[in-house]
């Protein structure tokens, strides 16, 4: 957005300091008898245009990672839902855009039910359920990573339904 309004900031400048108007010369009334003098040859006119560097200050890597949004999975599943599908075409175009400079790490994450091993097994098939959605959006598949963190990085710790919800995702990190 920053860059359309500078562009069009530019531009408009441009515009201004590379037109000039002329004025039309003003004729005189010639005496008859007087003979008509030639007009002066046309001077050709110089527009010198000024190139204007504009430098757009880039979003750091914490304020990138902000709008980064959660994915979140239903109890026992690694299928992006249907719900899901615009935070990680949002996300997509992120890393694609004002991202593109830096590496993606997805981190598996899930509910405390079921077994260590099968919450390992079920946030790795998460993050990858992402990396696959996002490689259908464009997204280099080399330049993402991805790391199940089980059951063991939870966001909320309460033994509610609610609570577990939370718990069922895949964070979408930034690497330098």
Do not use: H
Not at 43 to 60: G, M, N, R, S, Y
Not at 99 to 125: H, P, Q, V
Not at 157 to 168: D, H, L, P, V, Y
């Amino acid at each position: 957005m920053k860059i359309i309004v500078l562009s069009s900031a530019l531009i408009a400048m441009l515009a201004m300091t590379g037109c000039t108007t002329k004025e039309a010369p003003v004729e005189e009334p010639v005496a008859k008898a007087a003979p008509v003098a030639a007009a002066p040859a046309p001077v050709a006119e110089v527009v010198v245009v000024k190139e204007i560097v504009v430098e757009v200050e880039k979003p750091t890597l914490a304020e990138l990672e902000g709008q980064l949004r959660t994915v979140n999975f239903a109890f026992d599943k690694y299928k992006v839902d249907f719900e899901m599908e615009p935070r990680v075409i949002a996300n997509s175009n992120l890393v694609n855009g004002d991202a593109a400079d830096y590496m993606i790490k997805l981190e598996g994450n899930c509910d405390t039910w079921g077994s260590n091993e099968y919450n390992f097994a079920l946030g790795l098939r998460r993050a990858n359920a992402v990396k696959s959605a996002m490689v259908a959006e464009g997204v280099d598949s080399e330049r993402i990573s991805m790391v199940s963190y089980g059951e063991n990085n939870p966001v909320c710790s309460e033994a509610t339904k609610e609570c577990w919800s939370q718990n069922r995702r895949v964070d979408v990190k930034l690497l330098p």
